[in-house]
């Protein structure tokens, strides 16, 4: 099983420049989570993608916006690059359980974290 | 809405000496906490979780922690650490709406 993977695993952009970081889940995950950790800080939740659609989206500006094929994997897409958009991207995947379940205890929302993509703006 | 804060930014312990890292959670529905460990450029390592089940929870690596409603509390716990245990320490909570969100982090430092 080859867990979550990211790609690239660095980059460095300049200003204003538009940048695609690219996320596969783990086997058998269908839901990917976004997270955004800048330097001595904790991750940041940034989207959740679930059948190819955003289900959830924390407190980022619509200049970040992603996408989910068939197959779970995923992108995410940061346009106009700024200097604070330099962080370390993390990619996390999990298993979807409904809302049913969740309330019966059965929950399972444990997210599998990729190794990241450090992401230097310049 | 849900949050979390971790009362330690650093610990410092000597290797075979206990470790406790601290926890408080905030969540307006029964949440869902986990603790994860970060190695200096790895990535993020899930040591336990809590999801509603028996309140002390056994991790990894001979760590545990222990879910305690009326503190909210989720306090981190490892009777002898050791060299290797040196990292970032996140707790975290996951409501009815599935993110994660992750405390500010608790960097330990073991000493020989």
């Known amino acids: 099983d080859a867990g979550v993977t990211q790609s690239p695993t660095h980059l460095i952009k300049t200003r204003g420049q538009q940048v695609t970081l690219r996320c596969s889940p783990k086997?058998?995950?269908?839901?990917v989570s976004w997270y955004q950790q800048a330097l001595g800080q904790g991750p940041q939740f940034i989207f959740q993608?679930?059948?190819?659609?955003?289900?959830q989206r924390g407190n980022f500006p619509d200049r970040f916006s992603g996408h989910q094929f068939p197959n779970y994997s995923s992108e995410l897409n940061v346009n106009a690059l700024l200097l604070g958009d330099s962080a370390l991207y993390l990619c996390?995947?999990?298993?979807?359980?409904?809302?049913?379940?969740?309330?019966?205890?059965?929950?399972?929302?444990?997210?599998?974290f990729g190794p990241g993509t450090r992401l230097t703006v310049l | 809405a849900q949050s979390v804060t971790q009362l330690d930014s650093h610990v410092s312990v000597s290797e075979g000496t206990p470790v406790l890292l601290r926890c408080n959670y905030s969540s307006s529905y029964s949440p869902s906490l986990f603790w994860y460990v970060q190695h200096p450029n790895k990535g993020l390592q899930l040591l336990l979780k809590y999801t509603s089940a028996a309140t002390l929870v056994k991790g990894i690596n001979g760590f545990e922690a222990e879910f305690k409603k009326s503190e909210t509390s989720f306090h981190l716990t490892k009777p002898s650490a050791h060299m290797s245990d040196a990292a970032e320490y996140f707790c975290?909570?996951?409501?009815?709406?599935?993110?994660?969100?992750f405390g500010a982090g608790t960097t330990v430092t073991v000493r020989a």
């Open positions: 996390a995947s999990s298993f979807f359980v409904s809302n049913i379940a969740k309330w019966e205890g059965a929950r399972t929302d444990e997210q599998f």
């Open positions: 086997s058998g995950h269908d839901t």
């Open positions: 993608y679930y059948e190819e659609e955003e289900r």
């Open positions: 975290v909570v996951s409501g009815h709406d599935y993110k994660l969100s």
